[in-house]
Nanobody, 118 residues
Framework: VQLMESGGGVVQAGGSLRLSCAAS????????MSWYRQAPGKQRELVAS???????DYSDSVKGRFTISRDNAKNAVNLQMNSLKPEDTAVYYC?????????????WGQGTQVTVSS
């Protein structure tokens, strides 16, 4: 499975960015897709996730500002980020989890840099 992220960049505080992630390869039964981020010197943390059925979960730090959505037909997930803050600066990673013969597998993209200037 390959995950290709796009949409990162540099934006001023208060601005918006939209991240996209497209999955390809041996995809059988996706259970969820997600966005994680990792800032320098910090652990990778969950930003948002969405199940195949559309249930979403957000980190408290992004609730009300970020929106995750997915296109099941295209095996794609998007992250609309509004009201960005300098503390949102990080490398953002797309993740995909699927079940293969009842075993859960998780795959990661290479990441896209988001930099929010103050």
């Amino acid at each position: 499975v390959q995950l290709m992220e796009s949409g990162g960049g540099v934006v001023q505080a208060g601005g918006s960015l939209r991240l996209s992630c497209a999955a390809s390869g041996s995809i059988f039964s996706i259970t969820s897709m997600s966005w994680y981020r990792q800032a320098p010197g910090k652990q990778r943390e969950l930003v948002a996730s969405i199940t195949r059925g559309g249930s979403t979960d957000y980190s408290d730090s992004v609730k009300g500002r970020f929106t995750i959505s997915r296109d099941n037909a295209k095996n794609a997930v998007n992250l609309q980020m509004n009201s960005l803050k300098p503390e949102d600066t990080a490398v953002y990673y797309c993740g995909l989890s699927q079940l293969i013969q009842s075993l859960k597998y998780t795959y990661w993209g290479q990441g896209t840099q988001v930099t929010v200037s103050s």
